[in-house]
Nanobody, 126 residues
Framework: QVQLVESGGGLVQPGGSLRLSCAAS????????INWVRQAPGKGLEWVAS????????YYARSVKGRFTISRDNLKKTVHLQMNNLKPEDTGLYHC???????????????????RGQGTQVTVSS
């Protein structure tokens, strides 16, 4: 079955860095866009970043652009999210989610939210 497993979260001070990983199985990985979404305590899901099937076209939310980098390795069926200069508002549970395409007007629209895993917690605090 479709499985996405996130890892790499933790507690980090403001200005610090983390690298999240997403391991995929159970579907043809290279045929799907992969996204990262996050959920802060008491808030809804927020789209963070997306990468196309070939890995050459990344897309970012305005709040993370210039600080986060999404990448993928189709041979290893993994996606990474390098997060630099972290801020307290980056705190949340991060999930990777697959999608058939990217919608520039509503990046959440094409997401297969049923594919997301348990998530990995990122806490940015001094």
């Amino acid at each position: 079955q479709v499985q996405l497993v996130e890892s790499g979260g933790g507690l980090v001070q403001p200005g610090g860095s983390l690298r999240l990983s997403c391991a995929a199985s159970g579907f043809t990985f290279e045929n799907y866009y992969i996204n990262w979404v996050r959920q802060a305590p008491g808030k809804g899901l927020e789209w963070v970043a997306s990468i196309n099937t070939g890995g050459r076209s990344p897309y970012y939310a305005r709040s993370v652009k210039g600080r986060f980098t999404i990448s993928r390795d189709n041979l290893k069926k993994t996606v990474h999210l390098q997060m630099n200069n972290l801020k307290p508002e980056d705190t949340g549970l991060y999930h990777c989610v697959r999608a058939d395409y990217y919608n520039d007007y509503d990046p959440m629209e094409p997401l297969d939210l049923g594919s997301r895993g348990q998530g990995t917690q990122v806490t940015v605090s001094s």
